[in-house]
Each structure stands twice: as C-alpha cells, then as structure tokens.
C-alpha cells in the first residue's frame, strides 16, 4: 500500500472537535444546567469549542500517565455532563476505547455487559465506583480506576488528579478507519443486550451523513435528549444544551424544562424519542405553546404516530420539519421522512394498515428486502431478495454499518450476510419498498405472530385498532407453540379519557378487527394499564413481557 492509501485509511473522530475549535474557537460547544437562580430562572455552565478541544488535552495527558492506552477498553459511566463531553473525547483522541452500556437496563443486566468487555479502565461518578466496590467479580480486569466527583471509600484516581495543567497538546492517535473506536451497547428491548463494535470510520461516515441528510451546519444549537447523539454535536459544530432531564426517563420528562431550554437558547436542531415528544406535544398544544427557533426535530428510537407528529408540529413554525429517522445502533441513520409528507400523504396508508413509512434510504446507504428466515444466512444471493412490494427483512449496507458485535461471533453470523469482501446488516426488521422508493417498516421480525396458515405483522395489524378514538396504543402478541400461535391484542387506552363501558369497547374493536382481512381472525382484547417500554427511548413496546402478562390473564 502507498504513502497516500496509507494516509487516506487513517481518521481519528476527534478530529473533527480539533477542526471545529480552530474554525469557531469561540463558539459555546457544551452548556450545561448549573442550577437555578433566586427567581427560578436555570442558570447554566459551558465550554466554549476553544476550551473543550483544550479540556481533552488535559485529560489525554492524565489519562496516559495513569496508563490508559491505545486500545485500552475503558467503561466510561458518567452523566450527561461537560465532564462527558471532554473525556469520551479525550479517549478518543488517545485512541482509547470506551465502553458505554445503558444504566437503565437494570444492574445485574449492565454488569454482565461489563464484564463481557474485559475492560482495563473504568472512568465513573460515585455511584458506578460502588458497583465496582460491591460486586468485585464483574470488574476483575479493571486495573485503572478514575471517579467524576467525590471520592469516598474506593480506590484510584479523581477527575482533578487525572487532569493535568498547565495545557499543552496532546498528539492526535493516527488511528485507522477500521480500528475500533469504541463499544456501545444495544438496550437489550428486542434480544440480548449485545456490545455493537464501532471504529473511527464508522463514527465519521454517520458525522457525515447527519450532516448532510439534515443540511445541518456550524454554529447551529441542538438540544440532544439522548446521551450518545449528543456526542455528534461537537463534531457537526453544534452547540449542544445538555437538557435538565433524567435521560433514562425520557417518557416522565417535565415539558417545562424541554420548553424553557429551547427557548432560553434559540435552540435550531432537537433529537428525541416519539415518548418525548409525545409529552411535550400534548403540554404544548395545551398551553399554547410556539418554538419559533426550531428548524427541524430528529425523532428515533420508536416509530413515531402520525398524531404525536402532528401535535409536535403544531408548536413549530411553518417551515420546520420533524424528521422521523430509522436506524439502529447497529446501523444508524438508514432512512428518514419529513412530518409534512407523512401527515399529507403516508398517515392514511399507515392508518390503513400498510406499516410506517419511514421515507427513502439515506445517500450512502443500499437497502433491500430479504425472505424472512430465523436462522443465520452465510452469504449473500439475488435469490433471497422477495419480489417488489412485499414484506420481508430489512437488509442493509454502507459505510456508516457497523460489521460485528464484541466477542459475540453467533450474533454476528445471525445478523450479518458476507457479500464478497464487504457484508450486509440484517436488522431483524421487517418492511417493504413502495413504487416511489419510500420504505415502510411493518415491525420486528421476532415478533411476527404465526397462527397457522397466516403471519400476522405487528405495525399493520394495530394500525387498525389504533383508529379508535379511545386507543392510545396496542400490541399485538402471540401466544402458544411457534407457528400455531393464537393472536391477541393488547389495548392501552388514552389516560384522559377513561373508558366505562368496556364491553361496548370490546365490540366496536371487534368490529374493526373484521373489517380488515389482515385481522379479521383476531378476537381476543386484553386492557393493560401502561405498557412496558425499551429503558433507551421509553418508545418500543416490550412485547416479551406483554406476552407474559397475556399468558396470566388467559390461563
């Protein structure tokens, strides 16, 4: 390989932070809540680009002497925080790798993930130093420890020892685009929580998708609801408004706060889940409320209802868009629409029954639709592409898609095709491709419902219970041996509306379930007060335990 092959094979994910800091040295990068002032007004805390490229300086050059490396695999469980920001990029600088696992898929899940990694290093708020003090067993690996905050009973180091001063910079690790950048884990909603492999190639694929599918640009202001995307915001050049929120709770999250931190902050750009905006819509349209300073939402994590779309809406102004993105941690953005097509012209496919559309792949990514099978799939074949218009499993392929889990070699034969000397991502999904190239997404593939002589596919079949007026959501599940399943749906009603007279209820879904060929052969209703949700998004119907709760009730 030549001088410039090899040159052009090398990136580094910081070092689109380092260009940013040289072009709007200024510019605010983080701004954080610090409080609130004696009249109740939030006051805030940030770094501005300049000062973030510098903090991670200072902390690679802590991080090196207290001997994390190259490669060395580093749990990083720290709160949305300027401290985030600087050390995720720090490592990255350094070419570290740092672990992120989801806090909220319950303690005994996340440490199993821990410990999985094998990771060296563990970089945590109190809290995560507890766990480490109290179940030993999960972290024998872990040589370097490093507490953001207060350091009590535990040993290592503390955020202000690893931070060395006065500044100097810190050489840039010439990583290569297919060396591993970090892990991030899936929250384990639809499977197995499964440690996703990312490398620096792939992390500056999806800063450069974003950035273009979404015609985003420097100096822009981005409230990010969720952790993970808030770390494109410095790469892309925005500022990001870390958001007074508990993120693992997005579904609970007090409107006010959402609201006053776009407007405190001419907020341009907000990524949420469907949960999220499904709150702050129905507050908003209930007081009246405009965000004028928003050009576009970036919703994902869940299908997002054309009705929580259309309440969100209301509050924008004329030319700004909600974009519901699809993706996955595994592969992620692979297509996306704008709210104006979807509540114009897909809503009344969607409530009909014909999945969500989730709009055209993004440049850069090649999508197909696959025979739905169960098992793993060694090599790619035309022959295995359904004919046009049909359901089958999504497939996809590109730069951005990630090529293998950590250490887990059986998911990866299950979730990827080898097509030559690339691959393609199955993603367990399940749509279809209409005659404009928009696609549609009919559910998980794991949770089609197989009664014998039909398969039933969740998105569409509750579309058409959905259309009650008294229906918040449903849940179609299968119960009984696979491929002889009975099919029953699971009914959440609207909260505000309580529902009386249950039996009138029952036939008029009844009645809806036969006016439909896909549900006609569905006749049994099961009230559930509050489905369960994915700990990520609060969006993605746990259907698992649906099933479980399906089974007490009709046993």
């Known amino acids: 390989m030549n001088t410039d092959n090899k040159k052009s094979d090398r990136v580094n994910v910081a070092a689109n932070l380092a260009k940013m800091a040289r072009n709007q040295p200024y510019t605010r990068a983080v701004v954080c809540p610090s409080g609130r002032d004696k009249n109740g007004n939030t006051a805030y805390t940030h770094l501005t680009f300049r000062q973030l490229e510098r903090e991670t300086d200072c902390l690679a050059h802590g991080l090196h002497a207290a001997g994390i490396r190259r490669g060395t695999r580093t749990i990083l469980m720290v709160k949305p925080s300027l401290e985030f920001f600087a050390l995720t990029f720090a490592l990255f600088k350094m070419g570290a790798v740092p672990v992120v696992v989801d806090p909220g898929m319950g303690i005994k899940r996340m440490l199993n993930c821990l410990r999985e990694t094998r990771a060296s290093a563990l970089i945590g708020i109190p809290p995560a130093q507890i766990l480490r003090t109290l179940y030993p067993g999960f972290f024998k690996t872990v040589k370097i420890a490093v507490t953001v905050g207060r350091k009590l009973f535990w040993n290592g180091l503390t955020f202000q020892e ?24 899936t929250t384990g909603s639809t499977g197995p929580a499964k440690g996703v492999l990312y490398t620096h190639g792939i992390f500056d694929a999806q800063v450069r998708s974003i950035r273009s599918q979404f015609n985003i640009r420097p100096g822009e202001v981005d409230l990010p609801t969720f952790p993970l995307f808030a770390l494109f915001d410095p790469a892309l050049g925005m500022t990001a408004i870390i958001p007074d929120m508990d993120p693992t709770k997005p579904a609970n999250v007090n409107p006010h706060n959402i609201i006053e931190a776009v407007l405190n902050h001419g907020v341009t750009n907000m990524f949420a889940s469907p949960a999220l905006l499904n709150r702050v819509g129905r507050y908003g349209l209930e007081n009246n409320i405009k965000l004028p300073s928003l050009k576009r939402v970036i919703s994902a994590g869940a299908p997002a209802l054309p009705e929580i779309l259309e309440r969100f809406s209301a509050m924008l102004n004329e030319k700004a868009q909600i974009y519901p993105g699809y993706g996955a941690t595994e592969a ?12 114009s012209k897909t809503r009344q496919l969607t409530e009909k029954g014909f999945g969500i559309c989730v709009g055209p792949v993004i440049d850069g990514i090649t999508a197909r639709i696959i025979n739905i099978s169960d098992g793993p799939i060694p090599e790619w074949s035309q022959d295995l592409m359904v004919p046009e218009g049909e359901i089958g499993e999504i497939a996809v392929q590109g730069d951005l898609v990630t090529r293998e889990y950590f250490e887990r070699p059986q998911d990866t034969r299950l979730g990827k095709i080898m097509d030559g000397n690339t691959f393609w991502h199955r993603m367990g999904d399940l749509g279809w491709f209409d005659s404009e190239g928009r696609l549609w997404f009919c559910g998980r593939k794991s949770h089609r419902v197989i009664t ?74 099961l009230f559930h007060k509050s489905f369960p949700v994915d700990i990520r998004h609060n969006s993605k119907i746990f259907r698992e335990e649906l099933v479980r709760y399906a089974k007490k009730k009709l046993n």
């Open 452 to 525: 014998g002589k039909d398969t039933l596919f969740t998105i569409p079949c509750e579309a058409i219970f959905n259309n009650h007026p008294e229906v918040f959501r449903s849940a179609l599940v299968g119960l009984g041996a696979p491929r002889n399943q009975k099919p029953v749906i699971c009914i959440e009603l609207e909260k505000r509306n309580p529902w009386k007279n249950k039996k009138k209820l029952v036939a008029e879904l009844l009645a809806l379930a036969k006016g439909n060929i896909m549900t006609a052969g569905i006749d049994t209703f």
């Open 162 to 185: 690893i931070r060395h001063t006065p500044w100097k910079p810190f050489p840039m690790a010439e990583t290569e685009r297919n060396e591993t950048a970090a892990i991030l884990f």
């Open 332 to 343: 992620m953005p692979v297509a996306a629409i704008g709210s104006t097509e979807v509540l």
